[in-house]
């Protein structure tokens, strides 16, 4: 049994080198920008890494790549996973195996699945102190990818094969701001801070739905003076981190750096990014600084996540992506922002189409943090933003119709028709490709309310 079966596997990879049916190579960059072809994918193992064996030892010979192996060699054969699209490995007729992609460009080691699906590359960009690594680390931590995979059928899987040194400052911060309460230094200006990667599956009914899930975080020095080559614009996902603090310096008439990143990001989208495949999302962090009793925030307030024994739960968006929760938070926030930074509001919706723009809050800690430590955790919304993105994306399911508890619905009874037909207009808005009249029908109705 066990000689068919590797009969069978030789002739499918002979099968798959000579005719390369499976490859659909997917296309992806490396840390420094660089777009990446199917041929500046490299493969190796850590011992042709670290140049402890060559190339001729597994009987190959390379002139123009010292020591990796490439797809197009003669006698070397793919090796696929569930993923497809490209080969996760290659191995040699008498068994080596090369299970390294590195970038021909940087010579970095890439993820696993590079080549094999579709990448989501978000990056977090923001004034200095804005908020980006305390909630980029959130976002890597394995505890916060089981708090999300929980009751759906969505996994989440570090996808960088070693733990590259340069990612080392990283991951100790990630630990020491988890169980020591120290929080991370601010990055240095121009610091090489490397992508995580995230290998993302959603199985539903027969379909699995797989991405490449990259997170970039930036110095804040580099988004206040924004270069025009900066590698910031290979991104499809550009988050927008404003410090609430920042907004409460702004109301009290103060300077504030938050205007500025926007001022050189929106001109350098708009020549760059002609492609229009990019998305935006307003984030504001440190939330626990702001006024919930404040009417544009008031109906924004109760939380998407709690702590259960020490342990971070779903509250919101426990089996699924509620749409319709996260839509009124975004309404408020707009509100909001409307109401307290006029110019800095409509020049985002001037600049950024509708169906590209959302906005979203956090707070990643949830209280004032004193000499880089914090003493309570006390976190807010933190699953919102990404959520947004994967759900969008099919890589999350989707909370489509809740039930309602009983005394809600009795509540609900007492709107009216006009009402009610918004409501479900409102529910459903994002899914039927409602434009935004809707949503700025209702902020006036809310306002009205409110009144
Ligand atoms: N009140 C409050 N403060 C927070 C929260 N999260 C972060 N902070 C504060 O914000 C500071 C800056 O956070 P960072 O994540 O390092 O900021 P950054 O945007 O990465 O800054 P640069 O690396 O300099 O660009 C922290 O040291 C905390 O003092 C929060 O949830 N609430
Ligand atoms: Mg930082």
């Known amino acids: 049994m066990k000689k068919i079966s590797k009969k069978w596997r030789s002739w499918l990879d002979s099968f798959l080198i000579d005719g390369k049916s499976k490859i659909s190579y997917q296309k992806l960059c490396d840390s420094e920008g660089n777009p990446l072809e199917e041929e500046d994918i490299l493969f190796a193992d850590e011992n042709m890494m670290t140049g402890k ?78 908020g980006k690594t305390v909630h980029f680390l959130q976002l890597c931590d394995p505890a916060f990818h089981d708090m999300l ?25 990630r630990a020491d701001m988890k169980n020591k309460k120290i929080l991370p230094e601010p990055n240095r200006k121009g ?12 199985r539903e009914g027969e379909e699995t739905r797989r991405a490449l899930l990259r997170l970039d975080d930036i110095d804040g020095e580099q988004c206040t003076n924004m270069e025009w080559e900066s590698k910031i614009f290979q991104s499809n996902i550009f988050i927008i981190t404003i410090g609430a603090d920042e907004l409460l310096a702004a109301e009290r008439g103060e300077e504030v750096q938050y205007t500025r990143v926007v001022k050189q990001l929106l001109p350098r989208l708009k020549v760059l990014r002609q492609d229009g495949e990019y998305e935006v999302r307003v984030m504001i962090t440190k939330c626990d600084l702001l006024d919930f009793t404040n009417p544009y925030l008031e109906t924004a307030s109760e939380n998407s996540i709690e702590l ?62 004193k ?18 993105i994967l759900a969008k994306e099919g890589l999350y399911p989707v909370e489509v119709l809740r039930e309602r508890p009983e005394e809600e619905e009795a509540k609900s009874t007492v709107k009216s028709a006009t009402q009610k037909f918004y409501d479900v207009i409102n529910r459903f808005k994002d899914f039927m490709g409602l434009p935004d009249e809707y949503d700025e029908f209702m902020d006036e109705d809310e306002e009205d309310d409110e009144e």
């Open 53 to 130: 064996q060559t190339l001729g030892v597994w009987g190959l010979d390379s002139p123009e790549e010292e020591n990796f192996l490439t797809l197009d060699m003669e006698g070397v054969i793919p090796v696929f996973d569930e993923a497809g699209n490209f080969p996760i490995a290659l191995k040699t007729k008498d068994g080596h195996l090369a299970y390294l992609k590195v970038s021909r460009k940087t010579k970095e080691v890439l993820p696993i699945h590079a080549g094999c699906c579709p990448v989501l590359s978000v990056i977090f960009i923001g004034a200095p102190s804005a």
């Open 308 to 369: 259960k024994g020490g342990k971070i739960r779903q509250t919101a968006h426990e089996t699924g992506f509620d749409y319709q929760v996260f839509k009124k938070r975004s309404r408020c926030i707009q509100n909001y922002l409307r109401k307290e930074c006029p110019n800095f509001y409509s020049n985002l919706i001037n600049s950024i189409p509708a169906e590209k723009l959302d906005f979203c809050m956090v707070a990643s800690i949830g209280e004032e943090c």
């Open 191 to 202: 610091e090489v801070i490397l992508p995580y990667y995230f290998y993302v599956q959603h």
């Open 149 to 173: 995979a929980r009751n759906t059928t969505c996994s989440f899987e570090d996808d960088l094969p070693s733990d590259a040194v340069r990612r080392k400052r990283y991951e100790e911060a």
């Open 371 to 388: 000499d880089h430590r914090y003493e309570h955790f006390k976190p807010m919304f933190i699953d919102e933003p990404i959520l947004s």
